[in-house]
């Protein structure tokens, strides 16, 4: 199973908005509507953002939105705050209890 | 609330072989699934395979399958991954995080426990 495509890095200015996308195949992304979005800052576990493709958790701030096309997911993040640095990573479920993460994006923000 | 509690820190040698705990609270400890996921040093998160605490059942990402394996303890609401034949490459934060039936997303997770595999 490889890891989903991720850009390395995305950045922003302030109350920009940013997307970061995520590529997969047919065998996960392009299979199932269960892709989550990741936050982690330096040292921290990470916290769920998206799940199930565009839905928030309770407590995550609705300038964070998810999409999916074809083999592609998305993570969209208006407005931009200096606290929205951190490294972002998509998941997908694949199939027969097995999960698959991308490759992660630093996001910076200028 | 769920909580997840990882033990601390280990330092091993290549060859050896690592087990991290990671005790579950503020839940029905059999209604959650347990998953682990690795981070190498600046690396990217990487899914290493899952247990039901209910029947003990499991499943491997194929690169660990022969190395690691997860157990679980019911009366401790405790479940265990255990990964052998260490190398330098399996020097990583390991955390625990949970999934139910009716979901496909990891949360919450455990704080993360170091490996280091050094001689």
């Known amino acids: 199973q490889s890891a989903l495509t991720q850009p390395a890095s995305v950045s922003g200015s302030p109350g920009q908005s940013i997307t970061i996308s995520c590529t997969g195949t047919?065998?996960?992304?392009?299979?199932?509507?269960?892709v989550s979005w990741y936050q982690q800052h330096p040292g921290k576990a990470p916290k769920l953002m998206i799940y199930?493709?565009?839905k928030r958790p309770s407590g995550v701030s609705n300038r964070f939105s998810g999409s999916k096309s074809g083999n592609t997911a998305s993570l969209t993040i208006s407005g931009l705050q200096a606290e929205d640095e951190a490294d972002y990573y998509c998941?997908?479920?694949?199939?027969?209890?097995?999960?698959?993460f991308g490759t992660g994006t630093k996001v910076t923000v200028l | 609330q769920v909580q997840l509690v990882q033990s601390g820190a280990e330092v091993k040698k290549p060859g050896a072989s690592v087990k991290v705990s990671c005790k579950a609270s503020?839940?029905?400890?059999?209604?959650?699934?347990m998953h682990w996921v690795r981070q190498a040093p600046g690396q990217g998160l990487e899914w290493m395979g899952i247990?039901?605490?209910?029947?003990?059942?499991?499943s491997y990402a194929q690169k660990f399958q022969g190395r690691v394996t997860m157990t679980r303890d019911t009366s401790t609401s405790t479940v265990y991954m255990e990964l052998s034949s260490l190398r330098s490459e399996d020097t990583a934060v390991y955390y625990c995080?949970?999934?139910?039936?009716?979901?496909?997303?990891?949360?919450?997770w455990g704080q993360g426990t170091l490996v280091t595999v050094s001689s």
């Open positions: 995080a949970t999934t139910t039936v009716t979901t496909n997303w990891f949360d919450p």
């Open positions: 503020g839940y029905t400890f059999t209604s959650y699934y």
């Open positions: 247990i039901n605490p209910s029947g003990g059942s499991t």
């Open positions: 047919s065998s996960d992304v392009g299979s199932y509507n269960l």
């Open positions: 199930e493709g565009s």
């Open positions: 998941c997908s479920y694949a199939g027969s209890s097995t999960f698959v």
